[in-house]
């Protein structure tokens, strides 16, 4: 009995080992880690994103030693980001990728004429690349993508009007993503813009953000991650 009992035992042990080598075997077929299944698990049940595997994180706990600042006067203050520059305000950080998403936490608009999220940069110091401009003082109020060359911005390639929207004093967590040409912006998981353009495709240096006129903003936390699915 005790022998019978022993067996069973062991061949539960087997049964369970099979099936975590299977499930091993199919996690890496489709690139999956166990790393990744752990994190899901714990994002879903604590809200805990610092498990994921980023190229950049920044929660403003710290100092801008990770950023270089090239326009106006940025600061953290309470553990947020915070610029109130008159005219251009500029920083960028360095990630070296291609395709990523770039996610901002808790930003919050006090005043002025809004705020862009800058990528796929070259030259920082007059930038090659595009923006994703939250802003409020474009024809009422525009979610936009634009094209930069030295420094210079164009004429949205893509825009969306919305003028009812919360602009002001309120935290919003927006989204970039840049997946070869193709750009989609969200604004609290809600897609408000989308464009292509492929003029600087392979640049791959820097993103960062960007102010002007009179902006008063603040950012809780700034994320460069993969593109989902990858």
């Given at each position: ?125 007059a930038?090659?690349g ?5 802003d ?95």
């Open positions: 009995m005790l022998k019978q009992k022993g067996q069973g035992l062991v061949e539960y042990g087997l049964i369970l080992t099979l099936i975590s080598l299977i499930s091993v075997g199919a996690m890496s077929l489709t690139g999956t880690t166990i790393k990744d299944v752990y994190c899901g698990i714990s994002e879903k049940l604590s809200g805990d994103k610092n498990c994921q595997s980023y190229y950049f994180f920044d929660d403003f706990e710290g100092d801008l030693s990770n950023w270089n600042v090239v326009h106006g006067t940025w600061d953290i203050i309470d553990g947020k980001l915070h610029t109130k520059s008159a005219g251009e305000g500029q920083i960028f950080t360095d990630i070296d990728q291609k395709e990523y998403e770039v996610e901002l936490g808790d930003v919050n608009l006090k005043s002025g004429d809004g705020f862009g999220v800058v990528f796929k940069a070259e030259d920082t110091e930038f090659n595009y923006t994703f401009q939250y409020p003082g474009y024809a009422g109020g525009s979610f936009i993508f634009r094209k930069w060359a030295n420094g210079h911005e164009f004429a949205p390639f893509a825009r969306n009007d919305v003028s009812d929207f919360d602009w002001y004093n309120t935290d919003h967590d927006i989204k970039v993503s840049v997946n070869g040409g193709q750009y989609t912006a969200y604004v609290d998981d809600q897609i408000v813009c989308q464009g292509y353009d492929d003029t600087w495709i392979d640049n791959t240096k820097s993103v960062g953000l960007r102010t002007w006129s009179t902006t008063d903003v603040t950012f809780d936390s700034f994320s460069v991650n993969p593109v989902q699915g990858e």
